[in-house]
C-alpha cells in the first residue's frame, strides 16, 4: 500500500476523535475505507479521494430519501382516516415520478462520461460543449414526460389501481408533479457536471439544500395551508425548479454567493445542437436510461401484483420502498465516485489506474452497506410505524425491510461498478443484467406470491432478485477489461492523439 500502517492508524484516531462532530457521513465511510486499507484490501490514499467524492453524494441521497419518506409521513399524517389510500396513491404515483430521474439520470450518465475524460484531459472547450448538449437532450426528452404527467394523471394512476380513492389521491400528486419533470432532468446533469470536474460538495449543498426545503415546504403547504397530497407535490416542484436555477446560474457565472467558486464554468453562447457530442450523450446515456428505466417501468407491473395482495400489503411495501430508498444512498455516492474518477483516470489514458479504482471502491461499497443493513435492521420495526404503517400493516413492512436488508448487499455492488463502467461509455451489458434481474426474476417471484400459497415470501424473493443478478452479472463484465477499448471511443481527441 502506498500509505504506511502507521498513518493509516493515525488517520483512523483521528476520524475516531472528530469526524462524528465535524462530518459523520465522511467520517463513518473513511474509517471503513481506512479499516480495509489495514486489512491490505485497498490502498489508503485512493480510499481518501472516493471518500471526498463519495460522501456529499451519500449526504444528499439521505436528504432526498428522507424528503420522499417524509412524503408519505406527513401525507399519512394529514389524511385521517384516508391514511391507506392517501399512502398508496402517492406509492402508485412515484414510478411516474421516478421517469424523470431515469431520464435525466440516465442521459446525465453519457454528461459525466464525458465532462469527466475532458477535465482530466484538461480539455475545458470540449468540456461545455458536451455540457451544452447535454442540456438539450434532458429538454427534449423530459417535456413531453412532464406534459403527459398534466394531462393525463386520473388515466394513468388507474392503470395500476381500481380503487378510485386511491386514484384520486395519487391523480393529484401526478398532475402537479408534472410540472417539475423537465427540472429534476436538469438539475441531475448540472450535478454531474460539477461531480465529472471533481467537485461533490456544491451538488450536495444545492440539491441536498433543496431537499431540505422541500421537506420545510411539504409542512408548510400540508399542514399550514391544509392543500394535503397537493400540497407535497407543490413542494417538490418549487425545490426542483429553485435547485435548476442555481445550477444553471453558477455554471455560467462560475461561482455562486455563499457558495464559491464552482471547478468550471460553461458559456451558454456556445453551440446547443452540436451533433457528435448530443450522439455521444444519447449512445452513452440511452442504455443507463434503459437501465434506470427497467426498474422504473417494472415498477408498474410490481406495483399491480402487490396491489393484488390487498391494500394493507401495498401500504406496506410502499413504506417499506421508502427505507430502502434511505438504505441505498450510500451507492449513489459510489457510484458517482467510480464515474468521476475512472473517467478522470480513462481520460489520462491510464487504464491500470482506472480498473484498481473501480475494484476497490466496490469493497468500500459493499463494507458501507454492510454496516447499513445492519442498522437498518436493529430498527426496522419504530422505522415502518414512524413512515405511518399502523396495525396489521407493521409486520408485514417489518418483514419487506429485513429482506431489503439482505437485498442491499449486492446492490453495493451493481450501484459502484454500474458508475465505473458508464465512465468508460460500456452501458448496454449493465441494462441487460438489470433487465434480467427485474423481468426474469423479481416480478415473476412476486406474481408467484400473489397467486400461489407462496405469499409474501414472493415478494421478499422479488428483492434480491433485482438486485443480485445485475450485481454478479456487472462484476463480471468489469473483470473482462473490456470497457477499457470502448473508452477509447469516447477520450477527447487529444489524448487520442498523445
Known amino acids: 500500500m502506498s500509505r504506511p500502517e502507521s498513518s493509516i492508524d493515525s488517520a483512523v484516531q483521528s476520524i475516531k476523535r472528530t469526524g462524528s462532530r465535524a462530518n459523520p457521513v465522511r467520517g463513518v465511510i473513511l474509517l471503513i475505507g481506512l479499516g480495509l486499507a489495514r486489512l491490505g484490501l485497498i490502498d489508503a490514499e485512493r480510499a481518501r479521494k472516493a471518500t471526498d467524492l463519495s460522501w456529499p453524494r451519500v449526504v444528499t441521497g439521505i436528504a432526498r430519501m428522507s424528503k420522499n419518506a417524509a412524503d408519505v409521513a406527513m401525507v399519512g399524517a394529514a389524511s385521517g382516516i384516508a391514511t391507506k389510500p392517501a399512502i398508496s396513491g402517492v406509492g402508485l404515483a412515484g414510478p411516474f415520478w421516478g421517469l424523470a430521474f431515469a431520464l435525466g439520470g440516465g442521459f446525465a450518465a453519457g454528461t459525466i462520461a464525458l465532462v469527466s475524460q475532458r477535465f482530466g484531459a484538461e480539455e475545458f472547450g470540449q468540456l461545455g460543449q458536451a455540457v451544452r448538449s447535454s442540456f438539450v437532450v434532458v429538454v427534449a426528452v423530459t417535456v413531453p414526460v412532464g406534459a403527459a404527467f398534466w394531462l393525463f394523471p386520473e388515466w394513468l394512476i388507474s392503470l395500476l389501481n381500481s380503487d378510485q380513492q386511491v386514484i384520486t389521491y395519487g391523480a393529484t400528486y401526478l398532475q402537479i408533479l408534472g410540472l417539475g419533470v423537465p427540472f429534476a432532468g436538469l438539475n441531475l446533469v448540472g450535478s454531474r457536471v460539477l461531480i465529472g470536474a471533481d467537485d461533490a460538495q456544491i451538488p450536495m ?50 461561482w455562486l454567493p455563499g457558495i464559491g467558486q464552482f471547478p468550471v464554468s460553461v458559456s451558454p453562447r456556445g453551440t446547443y445542437f452540436h451533433w457528435d457530442d448530443i450522439t455521444d450523450v444519447v449512445s452513452i446515456g440511452t442504455p443507463v436510461v434503459g437501465r434506470n428505466m427497467t426498474w422504473t417501468v417494472a415498477r408498474f407491473p410490481m406495483l399491480f401484483i402487490v396491489g393484488m395482495f390487498g391494500t394493507t400489503v401495498l ?55 454492510g454496516v447499513s443493513a445492519a442498522v437498518v435492521a436493529l430498527v426496522a420495526r419504530p422505522g415502518v410505524v414512524l413512515l405511518g404503517a399502523e396495525g396489521e400493516v407493521i409486520p408485514i413492512a417489518v418483514g419487506m425491510v429485513f429482506a431489503g436488508c439482505l437485498a442491499i448487499i449486492p446492490q453495493g455492488v451493481n450501484s459502484t461498478i454500474a458508475g465505473a463502467l458508464d465512465a468508460s461509455g460500456d452501458t448496454n451489458w449493465p441494462f441487460i443484467y438489470q433487465t434480467l434481474g427485474v423481468f426474469a426474476v423479481s416480478i415473476p417471484a412476486a406474481y408467484l406470491g400473489a397467486k400461489t400459497s407462496i405469499g409474501v415470501w414472493g415478494i421478499y424473493v422479488a428483492f434480491l432478485g433485482e438486485t443480485l443478478v445485475p450485481a454478479v452479472g456487472n462484476y463480471y463484465r468489469f473483470s473482462t477489461g473490456k470497457w477499457k477499448a470502448i473508452s477509447r471511443e469516447y477520450r477527447p481527441e487529444t489524448a487520442l492523439d498523445d
Open 315 to 369: 401500504t406496506a411495501y410502499t413504506v417499506a420502498r421508502r427505507i430502502w430508498g434511505l438504505m441505498n444512498v450510500p451507492g449513489w455516492g459510489f457510484g458517482l465516485a467510480a464515474s468521476s474518477l475512472v473517467g478522470q483516470h480513462l481520460g489520462e489514458d491510464d487504464e491500470e489506474t482506472a480498473g484498481v479504482y473501480g475494484r476497490e471502491i466496490v469493497l468500500m461499497a459493499v463494507a458501507t452497506y
Open 205 to 254: 449543498i444545492l440539491r441536498g439544500g433543496g431537499a431540505v426545503l422541500n421537506i420545510v415546504l411539504n409542512g408548510v403547504f400540508i399542514f399550514g395551508m391544509g392543500m394535503g397530497v397537493a400540497g407535497a407535490a407543490w413542494g417538490t416542484v418549487a425545490a426542483n425548479v429553485l435547485v435548476t436555477s442555481l445550477f444553471i446560474v453558477g455554471l455560467i457565472a462560475g
